[in-house]
């Protein structure tokens, strides 16, 4: 089985400063990961996902995120911070097949001016 | 590619009616996915389907809850005899149906049981 923990359930940054929001896996198999983001009465958007290729993954709008195996992490990070960044961010985890992905309980990210 | 469709955006109903959503995946996705999320927390899986199949059904499924995709299109979530507890939002996805790909979310059906 597998499952995903979202370390803090609200960060807050200010505009142009890093951004790091932290998810560690669990999972019996190699994993499949992934980050989404979901605005405000929407769905959720596909940042970024690891499928065992690179360990460094580069998504859309400047995110990218690290899989470290020895930390069971997959962290998403941003160098600077932007208003528009202002969302719900969820961290997945699914095996192979894809067809039970397992959500983290997600982290709501606020972007001072 | 017009995304997934979910309808209707809202419903609210009250406690012990029946509700039917609907969810258009994109075209020619074979995979269509439901979940559930409620407040503060991240989607929970509720069922799959492949094709017009529905392969996988979570425990959070229950008895009152039945999903559908009869010609492997569009799908059907009903729920019946709704409970305040019911109240959520409902999610579909699709994805084309290989292995590690990403699942599309359509923008949710959101539910008030009172």
């Known amino acids: 089985a597998q499952s995903v923990t979202q370390l803090g359930s609200h960060v807050s940054v200010s505009e142009g400063a890093l951004v790091l929001l932290r998810c560690n896996y669990s999972s019996s198999v190699p994993p499949y990961l992934f980050w989404y983001v979901q605005y405000p009465n929407q769905g959720l958007q596909l940042l970024l996902k690891y499928t065992s290729a690179a360990t460094l993954v580069k998504g859309i709008n400047g995110f990218e995120a690290e899989f470290k195996k020895s930390e069971t992490s997959f962290h998403l990070t941003k160098p600077s911070a932007h208003m528009s960044d202002a969302a719900e961010y969820f961290c997945a985890v699914s095996g192979r097949g894809n067809n039970d992905m397992r959500f983290g309980a997600g982290t709501r990210l606020t972007v001072k001016p | 590619d017009t995304g997934v469709s979910q309808n209707p955006r809202h419903k609210i109903t009250k406690r012990g009616q029946n509700v039917t959503f609907r969810c258009d995946p994109i075209?020619?996705?074979?995979?269509l996915y439901w979940y559930r999320q409620t407040l503060g927390q991240g989607p929970e899986f509720l069922t799959y389907f492949q094709n017009e199949a529905q392969l996988e059904k979570s425990r959070l499924l229950s008895d009152r809850f039945s999903a559908e995709r009869p010609k492997g299109s569009f799908s059907t979530l009903e729920i019946q005899r709704t409970e305040q507890g019911d109240s959520a939002m409902y999610l579909c996805a699709s994805s084309p149906g290989l292995t590690a790909e990403t699942q599309y979310f359509g923008p949710g059906t959101r539910l008030l049981v009172l």
């Open positions: 075209s020619e996705h074979n995979r």
